[in-house]
């Protein structure tokens, strides 16, 4: 049986489609692509998004922001020289893209003006970190992606 052009085309199409079809079920049922929300309470976070602006602003408005670098020891984040380190409280949160597992908080306990988070709980990469923390009763943020 000879096949003209015109049948050629809808079994290109039909094995078109079928391949999308496969491809699209394939990815959507498969065990081993995790495709996680970046939070679990999305929508909840959505409501306080604008106390994060405010945060941020607060924190554009200081003289000196918050600076961090890569050490032997681990990441070392320092806060503002000109503030009383006993006053600032909060909490530090560092978040892994690639890998939710690897994702942590911790509170701010400061010696002199310097946080260091130990090489230990760092892999390698790219990382999220998240300073939310108050000097006076003012809510400050800081937000940066890292690459350790």
Do not use: C
């Amino acid at each position: 049986m000879k096949i003209n052009w015109g049948t050629g085309i809808v079994i290109a199409f039909i094995g078109f489609i079928a391949f999308i079809l496969y491809f699209v079920i394939t990815m959507s049922t498969s065990k081993d692509i995790n495709n996680d929300l970046v939070t679990e309470e999305y929508y909840k976070e959505e409501l306080g998004y604008q106390k994060e602006i405010d945060k941020e602003q607060n924190t554009k408005n200081l003289d000196q922001n918050i600076s961090w670098k890569n050490t032997d020891d681990g990441l070392l984040i320092q806060f503002p020289e000109n503030l009383n380190s006993k006053e600032i409280t909060g909490k530090v949160f560092l978040y892994r893209p690639s890998n939710k597992q690897l994702d942590f908080e911790t509170t701010i306990s400061l010696s002199n003006h310097n946080l260091l988070i130990p090489d230990n709980r760092l892999l390698g990469g790219r990382w999220n970190i998240k300073v939310d923390w108050q000097y006076k009763g003012i809510s400050y943020l800081y937000k940066k992606e890292i690459v350790y």
